[in-house]
């Protein structure tokens, strides 16, 4: 057991207002809004961009010392003034920071204050989350950015329209779209809430687009109480209510839980739910891929059989990658996660218990000081996680699988294909080559054939 | 709406021989603008990062530390201390109550831990909020521990990155004079403002020592706390980022008589003309260090120049707009972009003085916008007016460039190439050129108006 240090070393986490800027990047022309000082802003858009290499806009009240005295009300009323001025904007998603929580900021007022100051002029869907950045961690700021969404654009329960509301927690551009493609090869119309498909994840541009195509468009989400059915991933962040729980409460909206759609049994779950809302057969394409991977699970199993991961990240992600690893024969020897969880222990188990047959430690509240530290006696064979692991994975010698948020020093990440059965296959692919590479390169006489 | 340049910012904007000079600067970020500057800590934690036996303690919640772990790509050639990243990671009842006990009890087990030679404790928002007394702390560790604990007054909302460049340069202020400067040569200097960026001080350092030039301290990039602590023992500052480290340079003149030049290695002339001010300044001392130093720049000169000339002839009459942190950079790099036949015609900076920008004006071609503080919506706007060819920024500007079609060339922190020296300025010229040269942007749907109006049709239909 490694010892509990006071302090942080080289965090398995960022702040709660990052999760809230990500949310709102996923709303079709909405900018997202960060009420504090001017350096949250663009050193989460650095983080973002180094990571999706697309223009990531975000605005800030860029609070100085007057505001942090008086409030930050009248900065935070300008700064919305001016985006409008600059952006065809939709929606803007105002998230506070540590600064604004802490001087005691009412967001919620203040933009009431603004309706009315403003209500000559045709506004955008003002919405507000809070997201103090010494509670919890990003993910907790994204899942509060889902629910804020929910709570407050989503007036009434409107017409029920069939579609099925889609909540997928954070995942990359390219599981957003093979989302999608899923829905509409099964029939079911998802309102996708957020949606960083195209945002995070553009074309090339003929003339500079002040904000980028793509995104849930803000009447979807007003219609979202009129749906069948509300499908969210993972657990949401330990949230006391989610948003698919605000609307089941506000609009009777069904809501659904499943875990993040990573590997065969969680692909066949959420296929299950799918089927439920379909109007149309699944869809043979996906009957396919599924063979395949069955197929490849086979021609494989031997290389990857009891290898050793480290798998760490954001805790729902982190579960589901667990619960893939252990259906291809590889042992978690540690499961880590920088937020604070009660049920990470539980649900990392429960992934693991039908095809593992020993536990890995488990931790929570980590950081890669003490991911390392836990990880010295383990003998660990490969990483499974995001680039912030390249520290350890170096200097144990050991094989990174890159997945999730952030990859910082690969090129491609927002198009890593993490969810269904597609998405597992390209996992396995690279798993099982990772362990191939290494054992060829350290072979004293090097090989051609397997 | 769309209003690309806000009114209340359009005195940050400047158009040579369009109007008479005047530029309105060092002002806080507008609200909702989407400046891309960061803020008091940033500035604090850029200077003082590359300082590599140094703990560098976040107080703070998690973000600060997070977003700057191994930001920089200031290398060592010994300790990785400075690649850490430390925070206190404030939680909900740290604010309520204080901050103190835990950063006391960080600061002793990681001093323990990694026995540094010094540590710099960096106040967050919060920390200006909430009160934390973190000079009594930094106080109390250091008598125990025996190692200077600095803190560095860089509260996040308390100005812009300049007055966390002063924060640094006080905290380092506090180091200087406590060493030892027995055995300093006369002829010796400090490296003032260079970060040793993919190893630009190392290139530096080794053209002193051929000049016979000791280097007491690099300040910071590959630097060492026990340096920093006997640099009032050198005959001479040399100062290249002025922004960052002019502060540090003139409290040394006041207190130990320190002399300082302003310098850039970036580029051919003002290399060699840095070069040429450090041998006049010890001519006296040593009359032959002239022509060593001629003999030098003759050298790599004509290796350079050759090499130079090839590339020049597909770059030539090729247009470039640049927007970087300091405006030191934007001097050298227009007078490099010259001797590859290109003309800047766009150039602004984060946080350049009316000093800076009147310089620059001075030395830029009319009908050069001058931009102080912009956003991605300017810097866009700016590059379609003028039909720039190759962009020169940061991470943050890249995909602006790059979204519309148009070369850019990272010359930001982050940066694994070396630029600075003779050799940099080839490294910067063959960079440029690949940019330049890549066959990629014919194909872009700006040079091709035909194709983008399939390519958006599809992006529709798609």
């Keep these: 057991m490694a010892e509990n240090y006071v302090s942080t070393t080289n965090a398995c986490k960022m702040c709660t207002p990052m999760g809230a800027a990500l949310v709102f990047k996923g709303i079709e022309n909405a900018v997202p809004f960060l009420h504090g000082s001017q350096g949250c802003a663009t050193y989460m858009r650095r983080y973002i961009i180094s990571h999706y290499r697309e223009p990531v806009d975000i605005a800030s009240s860029a609070l100085g010392e007057k505001s942090a005295v008086y409030g930050g009300g009248p900065n935070l009323k300008k700064g919305i003034l001016n985006v409008m001025r600059k952006y065809d904007v939709s929606l803007v998603g105002v998230a506070t920071t540590c600064l604004t929580e802490t001087i005691g900021d009412d967001v919620g007022r203040y933009l009431n204050e603004f309706r009315e100051e403003f209500s000559d002029l045709s506004l955008p869907e003002l919405v507000h989350v809070s997201t103090p950045s010494y509670s919890g961690t990003h993910m907790e700021g994204w899942h509060a950015a889902v629910r804020s969404l929910a709570d407050q654009v989503v007036k009434d329960k409107g017409r029920a329209h069939g579609g099925v509301n889609l909540l997928p927690g954070f995942l990359s551009p390219a599981d957003y779209r093979f989302l999608k493609a899923l829905g509409e090869r099964a029939c079911v119309r998802f309102t996708m809430l957020p949606d960083l498909s195209e945002t995070m994840d553009g074309v090339i541009w003929d003339d500079y687009h002040s904000l980028p195509d793509g995104g849930t468009p803000v009447a979807e989400i007003r219609a979202m109480g009129g749906a069948a059915g509300t499908v969210e991933f993972g657990m949401s962040g330990g949230l006391p209510e989610s948003a698919a729980g605000v609307l089941e409460r506000k609009f009777g909206v069904p809501a659904r839980r499943t875990a993040m759609p990573i590997g065969l049994r969680a692909t066949d779950q959420f296929m299950d739910v799918l089927a439920e809302f379909a109007s149309c057969d699944m869809p043979a394409k996906d009957a396919f891929d599924r063979g395949r991977l069955l197929d490849a699970m086979v021609d494989g199993h031997k290389y990857i059989f009891g290898k050793r991961a480290v798998v760490y990240g954001e805790e729902d992600f982190v579960v589901a990658l667990c619960s893939f690893l252990g259906e291809i024969g590889v042992q978690p020897v540690l499961v880590a996660t920088g937020a604070k969880s009660d049920r990470f222990k539980a649900a990392v188990t429960n992934a693991l218990a039908e095809v593992c047959q020993t536990m890995p430690v488990i931790r929570d509240d980590a950081d890669f000081k003490d991911i390392e530290d836990e990880a010295a006696e383990l003998n660990p064979d490969l990483l499974v996680g995001h680039s912030k692991g390249y520290k350890l994975a170096r200097a144990k010698n050991i094989p990174l699988i890159r997945v999730g948020f952030p990859i910082h020093d690969r090129f491609g990440g927002q198009r890593i294909l993490h969810v269904g059965y597609e998405g597992a296959l390209a996992l396995y692919d690279r798993l099982v080559n990772a362990v191939l590479e290494k054992s060829q390169d350290e072979c004293p006489v090097g090989y051609g054939y397997l | ?462």
């Design chain 2, 1 to 462: 709406m769309n209003q690309t340049i806000l009114d209340e910012r359009k005195s940050q904007v400047h158009r040579i021989g369009e109007e008479p000079f005047a530029m309105a600067c060092n002002r806080p970020s507008l609200a909702g603008a989407v400046s891309q500057r960061a803020c008091v800590f940033c500035g604090s934690r850029v200077v003082l990062y590359p300082i590599a036996d140094a703990l560098h303690l976040v107080h703070g919640p998690i973000g600060c530390a997070t977003y700057t772990w191994d930001i920089r790509g200031a290398i060592s050639s010994g300790p990785q201390l400075h690649r850490l990243s430390f925070s206190t990671d404030l939680q909900e009842m740290d604010v309520i109550f204080g901050g103190e006990k835990k950063l006391e009890a960080s600061l002793r087990e990681l001093i323990q831990l990694h026995s540094p030679k010094a540590a710099f404790v960096y106040s967050t928002c919060i920390v200006g909020l909430i009160g934390d007394d973190m000079e009594a702390v930094c106080r109390r560790v250091s008598a125990d521990t025996g190692i200077p604990v600095l803190p560095v007054m860089s509260e996040g909302f308390k100005g812009n990155k300049r007055e966390g460049y002063t924060a640094a340069c006080k905290a380092m202020f506090r180091l200087v004079g406590t060493g030892d400067t027995a055995g300093i040569s006369p002829m010796s200097v400090n490296i003032l403002g260079d970060f040793n960026l993919a190893g630009e001080t190392w290139i530096v350092r080794e053209y002193f020592r051929k000049m016979g030039v000791e280097v007491v301290a690099n300040v910071t990039g590959d630097g060492r706390v026990d340096d920093i602590r006997r640099c009032h023992g050198a005959a001479l500052n040399l100062v290249q980022c002025s922004g960052a480290t002019m502060e540090l340079a003139k409290m040394m003149q006041e207190k130990y008589g320190t002399p300082f030049h302003r310098v850039s290695y970036l580029g051919v002339e003002d290399m060699a003309e840095s070069l040429y001010k450090v041998a006049d300044f010890f001519a006296g001392h040593d009359p032959s260090i002239k022509s060593r130093t001629v003999e030098l720049v003759r050298a790599e000169l004509s290796d350079l120049m050759p090499k130079l000339a090839e590339l020049r002839t597909d770059l030539e009459g090729k247009k470039v707009a640049m927007y970087v942190g300091g405006s030191f950079k934007a001097f050298s790099l227009i007078k490099a972009f010259r001797h590859l036949g290109m003309r800047v015609v766009v150039v602004g900076s984060q946080t350049g003085t009316e000093e800076d920008y009147k310089e620059l004006a001075e030395i830029s071609d009319p009908g050069t916008i001058i931009v102080d503080d912009a956003n991605p919506l300017e810097l866009a706007q700016f590059i379609k007016e003028k039909d720039v060819d190759v962009f020169v920024g940061g991470v943050k500007e890249r995909p602006i460039a790059y979204k519309l079609g148009v070369g850019f060339c990272d010359h930001n922190h982050e940066r694994k190439i070396a630029l600075e020296g003779f050799v940099g300025m080839y490294n910067f010229a063959r960079e440029i050129h690949a940019s330049v040269m890549s066959p990629v942007w014919r194909f872009m749907p700006r040079r091709s108006p035909a194709r983008a109006a399939c390519a958006a049709k599809e992006a529709v239909n798609g």
